[in-house]
């Protein structure tokens, strides 16, 4: 059997890149195709997006040559603060602090702009021989024949390999052709994202500020920066999103506050649909689905990345050990392995976060005091206030290599 590649990657966000080179890194061949034109997003530009990064996916962008890269363009976060907000009033004292002093490693996490991390995984793509990487092309078909999947791009090619892994965003093409379905629900909300400049430093301290309308989380850049992800009901965030800056700002620092000092924006605006949406299988005969292909999440906790890289650095552990044993990687009893490593874990953590977004995006009373009850508990209870952070940071569980440092 012929093959263009040993795996056929479709979608080159962030999940799509890491997996290339994860896989490269160990000899496996890549494909790597990506509907968006070469360096769009590689800009000096910056368009306003930052992902918050666990400590074990910093641990994989080390062990993957890419952190060196972006190293001082991370923002460190030291501490987390959550608490009750309303418009008009700011937030509450807050009831729940992660402090990265209490962590055997600090710090909790880091902030990291899209173009920057974009950027050092394009370069390391190019730069690797086990690579090839094929943009402004779309994945138009895919057929699964013996001991090999094909693929039909939409410049009219066809490629062929052992492996077809949807790396392709909540609306995965690949999922879709293989039959996957999905089980999901809309939250009402809709998310304003935008880059917000202020006076005073933020001391890496990230907020988030549970408003009875959806939280805004205030998230520490370089600088004198942070990236605000603020939730609204979908019909109010219509309306926020339609005006102008001037006016945003206005309805925006009765519910930011002022212990930032003065703010004004630092970007460009972007708002966006809130869902969840969770593939009813990860796996499928020569089918994977990693990120928001298999899942995707509310933003509340800025996991979606984080959760992305862990099913990475799972299905390339998988893929790895597999070759080396002589197995095919293509075939279901291996792609299950990563299927049954990986399913649980996302699923109960999305539905974790679905249940946290449903308890604080209201102004029932009672709920309010009962849940500033149980986080006072948590807060009050330094080992579970501990085993909080360390889930958070992405360092429980049975880790696959790659999140722990460790090679493939």
Same mark, same amino acid.
């Given at each position: 059997?012929?093959?263009?590649?040993?795996?056929?990657?479709?979608?080159?966000?962030?999940?799509?890149?890491?997996? &290339?080179? &994860?896989?490269?890194?160990?000899?496996?061949?890549?494909?790597?195709?990506?509907?968006a034109p070469a360096r769009q997003r590689a800009t000096d530009t910056f368009d306003g997006r930052a992902y918050a990064l666990a400590i074990a996916s910093q641990k994989l962008l080390a062990t993957l040559g890419v952190w060196g890269a972006i190293a001082d363009t991370a923002q460190p976060m030291m501490e987390v603060k959550a608490s009750d907000g309303h418009a008009g009033e700011g937030a509450a004292p807050f009831f729940l602090h992660f402090d990265a002093r209490e962590l055997d490693?600090?710090?909790?996490?880091?902030?990291?702009?899209?173009?920057?991390?974009?950027?050092?995984f394009l370069d390391a793509m190019e730069a690797d021989p086990a690579i090839t990487l094929i943009h402004d092309t779309q994945v138009t078909k895919q057929t699964v024949e013996p001991g090999a999947i094909a693929a039909t791009l939409s410049d009219g090619r066809s490629l062929r390999a052992k492996l077809l892994v949807g790396a392709d965003g909540r609306r995965s093409g690949v999922a879709e052709r293989a039959g996957i379905t999905r089980e999901g629900w809309g939250y009402g909300q809709t998310a304003l994202v935008a880059a917000i400049e202020h006076e005073l430093p933020h001391n890496g301290v990230a907020h988030q500020f549970f408003m009875p309308s959806g939280p805004l989380a205030i998230l520490p850049l370089k600088g004198n920066r942070s990236s605000i992800v603020w939730s609204e009901k979908d019909e109010t965030a219509q309306a926020i999103a339609a005006l102008d800056d001037a006016d945003f700002l206005a309805v925006?620092?009765?519910?930011?506050?002022?212990?930032?000092?003065?703010?004004?924006?630092?970007?460009?605006?972007?708002?966006?649909?809130?869902?969840?949406?969770?593939?009813?299988?990860?796996?499928?005969?020569?089918?994977?689905?990693?990120?928001?292909?298999?899942?995707?999440?509310?933003?509340?906790?800025?996991?979606?990345?984080?959760?992305?890289?862990?099913?990475?650095?799972?299905?390339?552990?998988?893929?790895?050990?597999?070759?080396?044993?002589?197995?095919?990687?293509?075939?279901?009893?291996?792609?299950?392995?990563?299927?049954?490593?990986?399913?649980?874990?996302?699923?109960?953590?999305?539905?974790?976060?679905?249940?946290?977004?449903?308890?604080?995006?209201?102004?029932?009373?009672?709920?309010?005091?009962?849940?500033?009850?149980?986080?006072?508990?948590?807060? &009050?209870?330094?080992?579970?206030?501990?085993?909080?952070?360390?889930?958070? &940071?992405?360092?429980?569980?049975?880790?696959?290599?790659?999140?722990?440092?460790?090679?493939?």
């Open positions: 059997m012929k093959y263009d590649s040993d795996v056929l990657i479709v979608g080159g966000g962030l999940n799509g890149p890491a997996l &290339a080179l &994860a896989l490269a890194s160990a000899g496996v061949s890549v494909t790597l195709v990506d509907a490693q600090a710090p909790v996490g880091y902030m990291l702009e899209d173009r920057y991390l974009y950027r050092a925006l620092r009765p519910r930011f506050g002022d212990f930032l000092g003065e703010i004004k924006l630092a970007g460009p605006r972007f708002s966006y649909p809130l869902n969840l949406t969770l593939a009813n299988a990860y796996a499928a005969p020569r089918i994977a689905l990693v990120g928001d292909a298999a899942h995707g999440v509310h933003p509340i906790a800025g996991q979606g990345l984080n959760l992305g890289l862990r099913d990475v650095a799972a299905l390339a552990e998988v893929l790895v050990e597999a070759v080396r044993r002589g197995e095919d990687i293509g075939a279901l009893d291996v792609l299950e392995r990563y299927q049954g490593w990986r399913r649980f874990d996302a699923t109960t953590l999305a539905l974790g976060m679905d249940s946290v977004n449903r308890l604080f995006s209201n102004n029932n009373p009672l709920l309010r005091a009962g849940r500033d009850l149980g986080m006072g508990i948590v807060q &009050a209870m330094p080992a579970l206030r501990q085993g909080f952070m360390r889930q958070a &940071a992405g360092l429980s569980g049975p880790l696959p290599r790659l999140l722990q440092g460790r090679p493939l």
